[in-house]
Structures are given as structure tokens and as C-alpha cells.
């Protein structure tokens, strides 16, 4: 799924839309007391999605930062999964249990519930799997960072390279004292990325 995109176009409304969308994620997060912040990034955002729309002539294409592109992968991939396996009846089940979960590859937070919300607009049958992604799905997933990837309680730290040198994860007990700096440094990595 990240190939198929990999060889999208990005220009500078792009880098704006996107702009305009952390904006509106960051005012919802932290500035509740304030909606019209996030209000004005979100209408930024859909004229910026409009230029774009507007001088595209080719396809629709999705366009992300790195992070984002890897969310949306994620998602696709288990989306095109489920769908291909409600087509076929003995893998039924397996799919409906996938949509379920299908939240637990979403590696950011997501307050307005958007994903959950799309889980059971499908599971109603409101919404076709094999539709298009809504665009406050596609949104929610364009706006991944590195940070949210870091801070998922979805994802585990097994590796962590840092200045050359691998450093393998494992378990240890909560009161665990780090055998050296390079050795501290690298476990400073690991805490969380947003308070």
C-alpha cells in the first residue's frame, strides 16, 4: 500500500492542506476553550484540498508526510484485507472480527472518534468498506506524526538505533537501572513523546 503512494506528487498546497490540518488537530487537543481556531484551520484546510482538487488533472492521488503515509498503509492494507475477506464466506467471521479491531492499527490518538465512528457506520451498513475513505478518515490518518507512533500503547519497542549502535528492547522491572549514559540515552528515546 505505501509503494502504490510513494510515487504521488507533493507540491505546496499540499504542505499547506496538511499545515492547516495540524493546526486544527492541536487546537482540538489543546485549545478546547477556543473552537474558533480549530474551526478556521479546518476551513483552511478544505480551500487548500479544493486548489488542489481544482488543478489536479490526473487521478485523484493521496499525498502525506512520511508518517502519515505509513498510518494510511496500515489502514488500507487491513481495509483491502476485511473487504476482500467478507467476499468470501468461510473467511466471514475473520473480517468482521478484523473491523472490529480495526482501531488498534490506528497509531494516534483520536478524540473525535473518527475511526470508531467509521467502524460502525460500516458495520450498520451505511457505508460500504469498499467506498471511498471519508475524508475526516483520511484526515486523521494524513496527520500521523513520528511522536504518535512513539507514544501508541498499539505498538511495542523492539529495536532502537541510535548514533550506530542497536539497541535490542526487552522487558525489565519498573525499577531497572541503566548499565550506562549511552545505555540511558537510548531508553530516553522510549518515553513519551506529548504529555
Not at 499547506?16 to 474551526?39: K, M, N, S
Not at 473487504?83 to 494516534?108: E, K, Q, T, V
Amino acid at each position: 500500500m505505501a509503494i502504490d503512494q510513494i510515487n504521488n506528487l507533493y507540491d505546496h498546497n499540499v504542505v499547506w492542506q496538511l499545515t492547516a490540518l495540524y493546526i486544527e488537530r492541536v487546537a482540538r487537543e489543546h485549545l478546547a476553550g477556543i473552537p474558533l481556531i480549530a474551526d478556521a484551520a479546518a476551513r483552511a484546510a478544505n480551500i487548500f484540498k479544493r486548489w488542489d482538487e481544482d488543478s489536479s488533472k490526473a487521478d485523484p492521488v493521496f499525498r502525506f508526510i512520511c508518517s502519515g503515509l505509513v498510518q494510511y498503509s496500515f489502514f488500507e492494507a487491513l481495509r483491502v484485507r476485511i473487504n476482500n475477506d467478507l467476499a468470501i464466506p468461510a473467511r466471514r467471521d475473520a473480517a468482521m472480527s478484523n473491523l472490529r479491531n480495526l482501531n488498534r492499527i490506528i497509531y494516534r490518538a483520536d478524540p473525535q472518534q473518527i475511526i470508531p465512528n467509521y467502524i460502525q457506520q460500516v458495520q450498520a451498513g451505511k457505508l460500504k468498506l469498499s467506498d471511498p475513505v471519508p475524508g475526516e478518515v483520511l484526515n486523521l490518518l494524513q496527520t500521523s506524526t513520528p511522536a504518535d507512533f512513539n507514544d501508541s500503547p498499539n505498538l511495542e519497542w523492539r529495536y532502537i538505533i541510535k548514533e550506530g549502535m542497536v539497541w535490542q528492547i526487552q522487558p525489565a522491572p519498573d525499577n531497572y537501572i541503566p548499565a550506562s549514559q549511552d545505555e540511558s540515552s537510548a531508553l530516553a528515546l522510549m518515553s513519551p513523546a506529548h504529555s
